[in-house]
């Protein structure tokens, strides 16, 4: 295969020697500076467009004795270009590089490329990583070996050697997907992951595939999909993450044979997903959340406590005061939300009777905010200001209440709210 040589030149000429005599590059990008502007000082460019001995064997001799680097290493005219950059302007370096490596693939789409990053200043070979990362396929070299002191490499004893990017390059590549996890976007990273190559490194790999695995658990986990949530997490019951253990005993709870602890687990993440829509900004979905989680906790507790059923309410069980209204296809009588509480509040001897009882007016004003919403009956978004009393009031007196009620199937407190961040 033909081999194509990017590096960065600096005031050494023999790394870059050792590293076309090595390789045999069929062509060569020189990385270089130019003359200084400030001392009219040559730049490294001098070693590879010097005429006649312009390069010293070593840098304790009176004058130039070797010739430029091509002509040490036969390299014709038609075999390299010079790149002047900056010798200290990172971002240009970065630039100028990039340009060099999408100029070497444009002209050599099947040639292997390395970038060689010994020569040149500590910023040219920064920049020259940089911007050799950003490709999965070009390798990273420096020519090295033994030192005897902390200045350079003894010349004849250099040798090269691979950078090993695998990790690096597999960190930035899932980046964004863990920045995905901090807004609770775990299917946008679950479909990131799918559309990129997984890592040909083992452990790498092995990784890429729990990540991509857990992403799709919480993704599942944020639909209501518990089931395959919990399927998903029981792959990894036993490698789990300290930070990610206490989410498998969240979701055997949520899948629960026992429908009574089943369904008071899935009122409790009703209202982490609500958190998690108003942390998004999608404050409308919050609200909508919230009024099932208010008209769902009603009918579980009518349902465990009483054996009433909203959807076809017996008449036997219709208190002296309260109007329900009948299905028109199926003739039962049903109880909506606020019809529901009433039912609570004259059934029930809980805290949820006392919640009625206090908070009946609050719930009211709170519940108006739902049904001005685009998603109920109105035409106005919900904004910040009108979700963040209601998440006071939910904190303040829904909340605890629910908990006393869920303390029946040994739920006290609530859950954790799902990961925003992930560990590999």
Same mark, same amino acid.
């Given at each position: 295969?033909?081999?194509?040589?990017?590096c960065?030149?600096?005031?050494?000429?023999?790394?870059?020697?050792?590293?076309?005599?090595?390789?045999?590059?069929?062509?060569v990008?020189?990385?270089?500076?130019?003359?200084?502007?400030?001392?009219?000082?040559?730049?490294?460019?001098?070693q590879?467009?010097?005429?006649?001995?312009?390069?010293?064997?070593?840098?304790?001799?009176?004058?130039?004795?070797?010739?430029?680097?091509p002509?040490q290493?036969?390299?014709?005219p038609?075999?390299?270009?010079?790149c002047?950059?900056?010798?200290?302007?990172?971002?240009?370096?970065?630039?100028?590089?990039?340009?060099? @490596?999408?100029?070497?693939?444009?002209?050599?789409?099947?040639?292997?490329?390395?970038?060689?990053?010994?020569?040149?200043?500590?910023?040219?070979?920064?920049?020259?990583?940089?911007?050799?990362?950003?490709?999965?396929?070009?390798e990273?070299?420096?020519?090295?070996?033994?030192?005897?002191?902390?200045?350079?490499?003894?010349?004849?004893?250099?040798?090269?050697?691979?950078?090993?990017?695998?990790?690096?390059?597999?960190?930035?590549?899932?980046a964004?997907?863990?920045?995905?996890?901090?807004?609770?976007?775990?299917?946008?990273?679950e479909?990131? #992951?799918?559309?990129?190559?997984?890592?040909?490194?083992?452990?790498?790999?092995?990784?890429?595939?729990?990540?991509?695995?857990?992403?799709?658990?919480?993704?599942?986990?944020?639909?209501?999909? /518990?089931?395959?949530?919990?399927?998903?997490l029981?792959?990894?019951?036993?490698?789990?993450?300290?930070?990610?253990?206490?989410?498998?005993?969240?979701?055997?709870?949520?899948?629960?044979?026992?429908?009574?602890?089943?369904?008071?687990?899935?009122?409790?993440?009703?209202?982490?997903?609500?958190?998690?829509?108003?942390?998004?900004?999608?404050?409308?979905?919050?609200?909508?959340?919230?009024?099932?989680?208010?008209?769902?906790?009603?009918?579980?507790?009518?349902?465990?406590?009483?054996?009433?059923?909203?959807?076809?309410?017996?008449?036997?069980?219709?208190?002296?005061?309260?109007?329900?209204?009948?299905?028109?296809?199926?003739?039962?009588?049903?109880?909506?939300?606020?019809?529901a509480?009433?039912?609570?509040?004259?059934?029930?001897?809980?805290?949820?009777?006392?919640?009625?009882?206090?908070?009946?007016?609050?719930?009211?004003? /709170?519940?108006?905010?739902?049904?001005?919403?685009?998603?109920?009956?109105?035409?106005?978004?919900?904004?910040?200001?009108?979700?963040?009393? @209601?998440?006071?009031?939910?904190?303040?007196?829904?909340?605890?209440?629910? #908990?006393?009620?869920?303390?029946?199937?040994?739920?006290?407190?609530?859950?954790?709210?799902?990961?925003?961040?992930?560990?590999?």
């Amino acid at each position: 295969m033909t081999t194509i040589l990017i590096c960065t030149v600096g005031g050494s000429h023999q790394p870059i020697v050792t590293a076309i005599t090595e390789e045999k590059p069929a062509y060569v990008y020189f990385i270089c500076t130019d003359r200084d502007l400030a001392t009219n000082t040559p730049g490294s460019s001098l070693q590879i467009t010097g005429k006649g001995n312009c390069i010293k064997a070593k840098f304790t001799d009176d004058a130039p004795n070797l010739p430029n680097i091509p002509s040490q290493t036969g390299l014709t005219p038609e075999q390299y270009t010079v790149c002047i950059t900056s010798s200290d302007d990172l971002d240009q370096i970065y630039s100028d590089c990039n340009q060099a @490596i999408k100029a070497a693939i444009k002209q050599f789409p099947d040639a292997k490329i390395i970038a060689d990053y010994t020569g040149g200043t500590k910023s040219m070979c920064a920049g020259l990583v940089m911007a050799a990362m950003e490709y999965e396929d070009i390798e990273l070299q420096l020519i090295t070996g033994s030192r005897h002191n902390l200045v350079a490499v003894q010349d004849g004893d250099q040798y090269r050697l691979f950078a090993n990017t695998r990790g690096i390059q597999f960190e930035r590549l899932i980046a964004p997907y863990r920045q995905a996890w901090t807004r609770y976007a775990y299917s946008e990273a679950e479909d990131g #992951l799918k559309q990129t190559a997984p890592p040909q490194n083992n452990e790498l790999r092995a990784q890429y595939t729990r990540f991509r695995d857990l992403s799709r658990a919480f993704a599942e986990w944020d639909n209501f999909n /518990h089931q395959v949530a919990l399927e998903l997490l029981q792959r990894y019951a036993r490698i789990l993450p300290a930070d990610l253990i206490c989410y498998f005993d969240v979701a055997k709870r949520l899948n629960n044979d026992d429908l009574k602890l089943r369904e008071a687990a899935q009122l409790l993440d009703l209202y982490r997903n609500a958190q998690r829509r108003a942390a998004q900004g999608r404050y409308d979905d919050a609200i909508s959340r919230v009024y099932r989680l208010i008209e769902w906790t009603a009918q579980w507790i009518l349902k465990t406590q009483c054996h009433i059923y909203t959807a076809d309410v017996k008449e036997a069980d219709i208190p002296e005061g309260l109007t329900l209204t009948k299905n028109h296809d199926s003739g039962q009588y049903q109880a909506g939300l606020f019809a529901a509480w009433q039912l609570v509040r004259f059934k029930t001897s809980g805290a949820a009777t006392v919640f009625i009882t206090t908070q009946e007016n609050n719930l009211r004003n /709170h519940i108006k905010v739902r049904n001005l919403s685009i998603l109920a009956h109105g035409f106005e978004p919900v904004k910040a200001s009108d979700w963040q009393p @209601i998440q006071r009031w939910l904190e303040e007196h829904f909340i605890p209440m629910l #908990l006393k009620e869920t303390a029946s199937v040994r739920i006290k407190e609530l859950p954790k709210q799902l990961p925003a961040t992930y560990t590999l």
